[in-house]
């Protein structure tokens, strides 16, 4: 038996029990082109070890915490990639957790064990579907690339961890940013363009602006959709409904809602509810039927 110093990888599939159930065999497919073409390659990249897997989940270890954070980031970016190629349904949106810890090494399997293998498990927990988590200790030695952002998720009590531990969430630094409220209780409306481009799954470019003055003047907002006739934003796809969803502003916030679309409207990883306007910040990933939509502010 051996110990060492290890910078711990342990990811899980959200939701995999539900994709079972409604697909065993496309399923299971799907999991192993993702280990073979994104897991593998992306930890042989950062040389790492995939130590193992077992169902959904997967465990791996890295030489450095640096080297392990790069490997969870490219496989994030790896597989947004890869679930752009499979139905909504079955994408597979892994939670991954990074830890760095002493390990215990079995001699004859090369497995490891201990309390940095434990933690790096409780950490995946709680990162965000298709996001990652990590302890302080990778935190305090890791420099981000400039498109990412280190955001604290604060202390957190563990199931059969004697202490609390820190976690940070790794994120885009756009989302990772506060965004700044839409005032509108003064009669001086910010000269902002709000500005949404992005394309469809055949790289089919489509965009989009309002200026916020003029979506505040309209109380009952503005309608995005493939009928010019009926909207005020159109979008020429075919996944997008007549009338898809709608932007508006409501008290001090920007947000969109759908209207009972078809094929869908999401925020983030969020699919929304017809009728129930959901907040829309700067940074945001807007997906409106096939169509992968950014807004920014201008």
Known sequence: MQRR??????????????????????????????????WRPAIQAANGRL???????????????VTAVSAALDIQERM????????PEQRMNFRIGVHLG?????????????????????????????GIAVSRAVRDLVELRIEYAFVDGGEQTMKNVSRSVQIFHVKHAKSAAPAAPVNTTTRMVPQITLR?????????????????????????????GRAAD????????????RRHARLRVAGEALQVEDLGSTNGTRVGEQALKAGEPVALHAGNKLRI?????MLRHL
Do not use: W, Y
């Open 5 to 38: 110093l290890a910078a711990i990888v342990h990811a899980d599939i959200a939701g995999f029990t539900r994709m079972m159930e409604g697909s065993e065999t496309r399923t299971f497919r799907h999991l192993k082109t993702a280990q073979i073409e994104v």
């Open 51 to 65: 130590v193992g897997t077992a169902g959904d989940a997967m465990l791996a270890e890295f030489g450095s915490a």
């Open 80 to 87: 947004s990639k890869f679930n752009d190629t499979i139905e």
């Open 102 to 130: 002493e390990v215990i090494v079995d001699d004859e399997d090369q497995n490891i064990f201990g309390d940095g293998v434990n933690l790096a498990a409780r950490i995946q927990a709680l990162a965000e579907p298709g």
């Open 196 to 224: 949404f481009e992005g394309t469809d799954s055949g790289k089919t470019k489509h965009s989009f602006e309002v200026t916020l003055e003029k979506l505040m003047s309209r109380s009952d907002g503005m309608v995005i």
């Open 230 to 241: 009926q909207c005020d934003f159109v979008l020429a796809h075919p996944t997008v409904s």
């Open 289 to 293: 039927g096939d169509i992968d939509m």
